[in-house]
């Protein structure tokens, strides 16, 4: 099919926003120069993508493709996703060559909050908010979550939600559009597999969609469609990684 060519600028930054396949890639310096010692050195990269659903998290997956297509060939060769998101999960996914960034997000210590939107099945209170913020058992035999943040946002049904339903579900669902749905937020600190979903599971929910808003301090930014993906910027990777503090630690996020 033809390729338009066609350039789009991120509303807060004078650099180009570089679109996934099947847009036409606009390619940037693979990474800044650094000649503070009289010698060129690559400095690390670090991205943001606006991850689509119906791609798996991974470097390479012999069956199924994966988020590096949203790359790049030069990118997919030394970059890697930071923490995962499950295949029908959307939003904000990092990507690094530098492995200091993956011990700053992802070790438990660190308490690094993620922020997700969410639609599912059912009508949930404020009590199942309360729930969630407490902790609850998401499955037999682990601990339970630790401490969140909720926000009920609506109840709406199904009809109302036709747009966030799966594709392939979505003549199914919309047979009972009276259906009630919950949408709300979360804020946890943890990183377990499918924990979001989990959650709302133990309050009575079902996630249907879920959207990842913010790693810490950085926000996924509103400019970018799903595929889309630019480098992080200065004030960006500052906030995520702060200088090392006089003892030789690392300031708490």
Known sequence: SDVYKRQRFASMHDYPVILCEPFLHFLLPSGMMDK???????????????????????????????????????????????GRLDRDTEGLLLFTDDGMLDVRLLRPEQH??????????????????????????????????????????????????AP????RFREKYLKNPARPVTAGKLWITEGRKHQVKLMIKAVGGHVFYL???????????????????????????????????????????
């Open 36 to 82: 503070t010692d009289g010698r060129d050195r690559r400095m690390a990269q670090y991205y943001m993508l606006y991850k689509p659903r119906g791609l798996l998290t991974a470097k390479r997956d012999a069956r199924r493709e994966t988020v590096m297509s949203c790359f790049p060939e030069a990118l997919r060769e030394t970059l890697h996703p930071v």
């Open 112 to 161: 690094v909050e993620k922020e997700y939107e969410y639609r599912a099945f059912g009508l949930l209170d404020e009590t199942a908010m309360r729930q969630l913020e407490e902790g609850v058992l998401l499955l037999e035999g682990q601990p339970p979550s630790l401490p969140a943040r909720a926000q009920l946002l609506a109840h709406t049904s199904i009809g109302e939600s």
């Open 164 to 167: 966030y339903l799966p594709e």
């Open 211 to 253: 959207k990842r808003l913010a790693i810490g301090p950085v926000r996924l930014d509103e400019a970018l469609r799903p595929g889309e993906y630019r480098p992080l910027t200065a004030e960006e990777l500052a906030a995520l990684m702060p200088p090392a503090t006089s003892g030789g630690g690392t300031a708490e996020a």
